[in-house]
């Protein structure tokens, strides 16, 4: 998927240069048609009128520059993008296209630069190491391995000992030490890991089978106990490949969420369904600018947070109040939308998006230990 986003990314980029640093031979047939060309394109097939016949140096400045090289649509689309939203949202669906970049080749853009910072960073900073079971397992991981269904935890000794360390202590309330006791009580009657964890870090499938046995009813039927092993060692094979489990998150997660635009314009639709002037062809656009701002938001809080790790705190909390602001100001610009229904639309906009991204990333969640 990452050599994927960087030919999207390349790609993409490609589409906002001019083709300038190109010597162009016009008033010529067409290398391509035959066709006279009368400017810099073919007006037939639309092939640039440039002669690559000339030295190899000349050729590869051409090239860089024109990698390089953007044209003025993107410096009068980022302004507007940023700044003043809905603006470039509204002109672009009055016809003002030639301009600005075409909506869906900066959307691509944007996500490309956002993932590929968020992979980069991720790596050399260690964010995805913090995302271990292991760190689960200090506070207590519950498995549902009970016929009766309450669950069974599996914790370290370590998580034991801090329990029993607070129950000791002089300070705690009445309420506080039965809860406490309560918790000690459950984590007793779980499986501690270092029971059925191997040298290699791998589990000891008999060690676990045991302590699944032992825990379960001796009337408990034949089903019952298969279940109970069959969850067991679903659990030990998560604990064995969470590092693979991470790198198919890695790989899924950009077209999860590239998903979710359609599902934005899905929801747009659905809150304008009344409005006859507008198509979805307007919520689509209007869901690809919204989505390029948070792409592009997001990838410079990334590196500001890279860069100050105590501010990401104020960032979130700064990028959740940016995101309302931005919302509620795209949506009173592009569709005229008065001041209280456009807050109204705003608020359940959010709150359909944030269950709509809760159930991606249940289902990314579920294709990784799928495809392990």
């Known amino acids: 998927m990452e050599h994927e986003m960087e030919a999207a990314g390349l790609a993409s980029g490609s589409g906002l240069t ?3 640093h190109h010597p162009v031979n016009s008033g010529l047939p ?30 590869v400045m051409s090239s860089l520059a024109d990698t390089f090289a953007l044209d003025g649509r993107l410096w009068r689309s980022l302004p507007l993008l940023f700044f003043r939203p809905g603006r470039m949202t509204r002109n672009y669906l009055e016809g003002k296209r030639a301009r600005y970049v075409p909506p869906f080749r900066m959307f691509l853009l944007a996500s490309v630069v956002f993932f590929l910072t968020l992979f ?16 689960m397992l200090e506070e207590g991981l519950d498995l549902g391995l009970d016929e009766t269904g309450e669950p069974t935890p599996i914790v370290s000794e370590d998580r034991l000992a801090e329990i029993r360390e607070q129950l000791d202590s002089a300070d705690l309330d009445e309420e506080a030490r039965l809860e406490l006791q309560q918790t000690l009580n459950d984590a007793q009657h779980g499986i501690t890991v270092q029971r059925i964890l191997q040298d290699d870090g791998r589990i000891n499938r008999d060690a676990l089978y045991d302590e699944v046995n032992a825990r379960l009813d001796e009337n408990a039927t034949v089903e019952q106990r298969q279940q109970a092993w069959r969850a067991a060692d679903h659990a030990a094979t998560v604990y064995e490949n969470q590092d693979r489990y991470g790198a198919r998150i890695r790989e899924w997660a950009p077209r999860f969420s590239l998903m979710f635009m359609p599902i934005l314009a899905l929801m747009l639709t659905l809150l304008y369904a009344w409005h006859r002037s507008r198509y979805i062809y307007d919520h689509v656009i209007t869901a690809l600018h919204v989505q390029t701002f948070i792409y592009m938001t997001a990838t410079v809080f990334l590196v500001v947070a890279a860069v ?43 709150f359909s998006s944030f269950i709509v991204l809760i159930i991606l990333l249940a289902l990314l969640i579920a294709v990784s230990f799928a495809l392990t």
């Not at 290398?31 to 002669?51: H, K, P, W, Y």
Request: hydrophobic share 40%; charged share 15%; proline share 2%.
């Open 308 to 350: 100050r790790p105590s501010m990401t705190g104020w960032l979130v909390l700064f990028g959740v109040l940016t995101l309302i602001v931005y919302l509620y100001k795209q949506l009173r610009v592009t569709y005229g939308t008065g001041r209280i229904m456009a807050m109204l639309r705003t608020l359940i906009l959010l």
């Open 18 to 20: 001019t083709g300038d």
């Open 120 to 135: 980069t960073l991720g790596d050399q900073l260690g964010w995805y190491h913090t995302f271990k079971i292991n760190d």
């Open 30 to 59: 067409c290398a391509n048609c035959g066709a006279i060309v009368e400017d810099r394109f073919c007006t037939t097939c639309g092939q640039l009128a440039s002669d690559f016949h000339r030295p190899v140096w000349d050729l």
